[in-house]
């Protein structure tokens, strides 16, 4: 069964930082990119980075350009995502979710994980 | 780059169709036939429903479709039962290397 199973939210003050981690399995972790996608307390979903299969290419949204780090260990069927300078309005469910195809991206999201929380708080 | 406009909110009695709306720009839905439809239970993750502007993934009830004129897409839920009552966002791919999400529609089953 394909299966991403997501770790590492929790309380944080603002200014901190935590790191994210997405533990793949049913499905060959190396052939297919990768995305986060976080969700504000009542809120809509909102895109946040991708990864490709290979780790080389990656990309953001504007609000947490140079403040998150998308990053994956395909020897460990894991992805990351480090948040760094984290404030209020970073508060959110965090999903994990896979590409539907493998090599391309931005076609759609088949896979999703639980979610992690992630509450910044002082 | 902004969200794609989505209702709020749609209703519908049971049996009968609704659709959702999703309006985006040249620079995403209007260009691309890379719109998706994900459904979202309360505190649960979302759901895949439609791919590339009207694909059903296996598995997917037939009583949802998918389709695209211009700058928006549609999504058009046939038959509506109980447990289609839930959240749903539109996804396209944008030009500038990103996936755009629509604002959300709760589909209420009157």
């Known amino acids: 069964e394909v299966e991403l199973l997501e770790s590492g939210g929790g309380l944080v003050q603002p200014g901190g930082s935590l790191r994210l981690s997405c533990a793949a399995s049913g499905f060959t972790f190396s052939n297919f990119a990768m995305n986060w996608v976080r969700q504000a307390p009542g809120k809509g979903l909102e895109w946040v980075s991708t990864?490709?299969?290979?780790?080389?290419?990656?990309y953001y949204a504007d609000s947490v350009k140079g403040r998150f780090t998308i990053s994956r260990d395909n020897s460990k069927n894991t992805l990351y995502l480090q948040l760094n300078d984290l404030r209020a309005e970073d508060t959110a469910v965090f999903f994990c979710a896979k590409e539907i195809y493998s090599v391309v991206y931005y076609y759609a999201m088949d896979v999703w994980g639980q979610g992690t929380t992630v509450t910044v708080s002082s | 780059q902004s969200a794609l406009t989505q209702p709020a909110s749609v209703s519908g009695s049971p049996g009968q169709s609704i659709t959702i709306s999703c309006t985006g720009t040249s620079s995403d839905v209007g260009n691309y036939n890379l719109v998706s439809w994900y459904q979202q239970h309360p505190g649960k993750a979302p759901k895949l429903i439609i791919r590339e502007g009207s694909e059903r993934p296996s598995g997917v009830s037939h009583r949802f479709s998918g389709s695209k004129s211009g700058h928006t897409a549609s999504l058009t839920i046939s038959g509506l039962q109980a447990e289609d009552e839930a959240d749903y966002f539109c996804?396209?791919?944008?030009?500038?290397?990103?996936?755009?999400f629509g604002t959300g529609t709760k589909v209420t089953v009157l």
């Open positions: 996804c396209s791919y944008a030009v500038t290397n990103t996936y755009v």
């Open positions: 990864i490709s299969d290979s780790g080389d290419s990656t």
